[in-house]
């Protein structure tokens, strides 16, 4: 038996399951970007004001390209179960947050139509660093066009990827939607609303969501007892830090009351989990790649890689942030890094990986070398990441790249055995991952050469071991 409305109520009494109505209301937040990490994070601070009695947060959620995943949810009615495990315990929950969802790729109007709706107050958006293309500017603006064009009030557009001041970049997006074409009165007057009365606040995320596996699936038929083929599994810590920017500002006291961080200081936050927990993300995902360790917990467990990560947060990106707590944030992330329960892909994080540098490792290089200090990690890091450019781990086993930038960044990877040092520098001189300085720092590119030549003879394993050694 399937997950559903019908089905709710024969799960076990132990389960947490909705009990607020869910077809009474309309949506109040529509959101975009329907993978794992929203179903496990928003989707459960809007579940607990619900549960409350506020009926403004249920959502409409948007799949961006892939039907599957739409016609699965709607197939359970929008229901679907969470194995919340860590140290502390595992529990499982039942969301029912998810009232309404569409695809924007096939269904673009109905979104559109979904923005304008006058119960809507809320958009909130994670699209992926790659997703801030034009068309999601223009699918923006013409939903908010509509509602300036009603008389609706404005609204709040909450971008939640892990992009630093993610809410200047949409705003900016949605803006140049306009500007770059001729402006007329109407659009002069729609660019004044958008000003006066939307809100496009910056936000720092966080929860650790792998995407869903078949492992979860049938443990969530054991813990329920009826099939759930969108079930999830995450960690007991989250975090939603957010910026007092609101369409209604009465929102912020809402959303404290739900757990929620509001304040005024977004950034200190953002760098820290950008530059922390993705940076080390991203080091630990194209190292367990190349050396065909599966998940992140099976990098961390090893005593090197531990170890380093824990060097590469202490003294290469602790120097350079501005939040003061950062040893307790990276210790409480080295636990994290490590929940059995969390089977978290490195090929899921190494996905998109030119996307996902550019924010997490070059601000803490350009730190170090502004005040004269070692690099180290973060070059032997991009070394893993041209190493892994080669497309086969050290153990033979090819893998693919899943990566917007991959023929691209493979095309140069690809003479990395024959012209190891042409290569490197052909890939550090990319400024769409490593921006406009580094590319001509000559000791950054002199130490990437180094730990990859080391790569190439000896194995990633054997170079970190190196690198501990010299630190030590
Ligand atoms: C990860 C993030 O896939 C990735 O790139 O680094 O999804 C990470 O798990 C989240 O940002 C944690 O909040």
Redesign the pocket.
């Known amino acids: 038996m399937p997950l559903s409305a019908l089905t709710l109520s024969s799960l076990p009494a132990t389960i947490q399951t909705p009990t607020y109505d869910r077809t009474a209301h309309a949506p109040g937040v529509v959101h975009l970007g329907l993978g794992a ?1 929203h179903r496990a ?1 928003q989707a459960m601070v809007f579940d607990q004001l619900l549960t409350r009695g506020d009926t403004r947060w249920g959502i409409h959620g948007v799949g961006m390209t892939r039907p599957d995943l739409v016609n699965q949810l709607r197939a359970q009615d929008g229901l679907y179960a969470v194995r919340i495990a860590d140290a502390q315990g595992v529990k499982w929950q039942v969301l029912g947050a998810l009232w309404r969802t569409n695809v924007a790729a096939t269904e673009r109007d109905a979104v559109v139509q979904a923005i304008a709706a006058p119960a809507t107050r809320w958009v909130t958006l994670t699209v992926t660093e790659k997703g801030y293309t034009q068309a999601l500017g223009q699918l923006l603006l013409d939903g908010l066009r509509l509602r300036q064009q009603a008389g609706l009030p404005g609204i709040t557009v909450a971008s939640c990827d ?1 992009l630093q001041g993610n809410g200047h970049k949409l705003q900016a997006l949605v803006k140049a939607q306009i500007s770059s074409n001729d402006t007329t009165p109407q659009d002069a007057q729609l660019l004044r609303w958008l000003d006066a009365l939307c809100a496009f606040p910056c936000s720092m ?6 995407a869903a596996t078949p492992e979860v699936m049938a443990a969530a038929q054991e813990a329920l007892g009826v099939q759930d083929n969108c079930a999830l599994s995450t960690e007991g810590f989250w ?1 939603w830090v957010i910026e007092d920017r609101f369409a209604d500002p009465s929102d912020a006291a809402v959303l404290q009351s739900a757990g929620v961080r509001v304040t005024g200081d977004v950034h200190s936050y953002e760098e820290a ?1 950008l530059r922390m ?2 940076g080390s ?2 080091a630990m ?1 194209l190292m367990g790649a190349v050396t065909g360790r599966p998940f992140i917990a099976s990098c961390i467990g090893v005593d090197h890689i531990r170890t380093f990560v824990h060097q590469l947060m202490g003294r290469e990106v602790a120097p350079h942030l501005s939040r003061s707590d950062w040893a307790e944030y990276r210790d409480a992330l080295i636990a994290r890094f490590g929940n059995p329960y969390l089977k ?1 892909s490195v090929h ?2 190494a ?2 990986s030119s996307q ?1 540098i550019p924010q997490r490792w070059p601000p803490s290089v350009l730190g170090q070398i502004a005040q004269g200090a070692s690099f180290e990690h973060h070059a032997l890091a991009a070394a893993v990441f041209v190493r892994y450019t080669l497309g086969v781990d050290e153990n033979g086993q090819p893998y693919a790249l899943n990566d917007p930038q991959a023929d691209s960044l493979m095309a140069l990877g690809a003479a990395q055995r024959t012209e190891p040092a042409a290569c490197v520098r052909a890939l550090l001189s990319r400024e769409d991952l490593w921006g406009t300085t580094l590319p001509h720092n000559t000791a950054w590119l002199a130490r990437v050469t180094h730990w990859h030549q080391h790569i190439l003879q000896h194995g990633v394993d054997a170079a970190i071991q190196q690198l501990l050694a010299q630190e030590a």
Do not use: G, M, Y
């Open positions: 990490f994070h892990n995320v966080d929860r650790i969501v792998p975090e989990k927990l993705n993300h991203s995902a978290h899921q994080i996905t998109d996902k």
